[in-house]
Each structure stands twice: as C-alpha cells, then as structure tokens.
C-alpha cells in the first residue's frame, strides 16, 4: 500500500485510527445535506402535522442532532470531538424535504463524518416518522456540500448548475 492518501490504512493496509495528537487545534466546520423524497400527501401531512407519531420536523432535528455527538461511536475511527455547535435544517422542497446540517468544533480533525451522520439520521427519522403514511419515501443524495479548515484547507462542492450553463 505504501504511499495511500487514505490516512486510516497503515502501510501493511490494516486500518487504524489516525494520530492527531501533533496537530494544532483549529475552528473546523462542515455541511452536509441530504434529501427525503415523499408524495404531496405525506409532506402536505408532516407539514400540517398530522402524521401520526407527532412532530415529524422537530423530533428529526433533535435526532440529527444527537447523532452528530454520537458519530464516533458509530463510525469506528473517528475521533470524539467537542462539538461546539449543530444546526440542522429541514425544509419542504419539490417532491419532499430537504435536510441540511453544519457542524463547528475547534479541534484537531475535521468535522465532516458528523455533519453527514447528522443528515443521515435526520432522513432516517423523518422516513420513520412517516412511514405509515408513504413506505415508498427515498432517502436520497446525501453528500459533503462544504468543509474548512484542517490541514487540507477549505472545500466546496461544485455547483452542479454551473455546468449546465
């Protein structure tokens, strides 16, 4: 394996958690968003309120939130961080709702792996929240949107309309 740029494979390849005790600290932050796709029924009754288990948008921003101060203990090498802030947003788009989180932590290690959990169990809340009302949901396109800070410096994720132009 050699030279990999993946930092959690030693040079046999085994995995391993990474050694970040020699970096300095520094404010990171990282968004991530995803997507739940749902019938005008099932939004037009999350929206309204009237799913069945109670507040679907509420208790899916508490539950992203939770999971991104748990993310190292799902993901096994990633580091316990102190968060110092989550945000998590859910808004009605076309065809569903549209989840958006961004996770701060002055630290030495990056903060992506937690705003991505935070989206996942966001979706993953609202799909249980509302699957008596539409089994057919799909939860869809989760990805980094932005990162900055950390050795590797500031990322964006291309506009995707930009090419299109």
Do not use: F, N
Request: aromatic fraction near 2%.
């Amino acid at each position: 394996m050699g030279d990999t740029p993946l930092t959690h494979l030693d040079d046999s390849g085994a995995a391993h958690m990474v050694d970040v005790s020699a970096k300095a600290d520094s404010v990171r932050e990282a968004t991530a968003e995803g997507h739940v796709a749902m019938s005008a029924a099932t939004l037009d009754a999350i929206l309204a309120g009237d799913a069945a288990k109670g507040d679907v948008i509420g208790t899916a921003r508490l539950a992203g939130i939770m999971a991104a101060k748990k993310t190292s203990d799902l993901i096994p090498l990633c580091h316990p961080l102190p968060i110092a802030k989550v945000s998590v947003d859910i808004d009605a788009a076309e065809g569903g709702l549209d989840v958006r989180a961004t996770v701060r932590v002055t630290g030495k290690t990056g903060v992506e792996m937690e705003a991505l959990t935070a989206v996942s169990v966001t979706c993953l809340t609202i799909y249980d929240m509302a699957k008596a009302l539409d089994k057919a949901m799909e939860i869809k396109d989760i990805r980094l949107v932005s990162k900055t800070g950390g050795k590797s410096g500031d990322w964006q994720r291309p506009d995707p309309q930009a090419d299109k132009g």
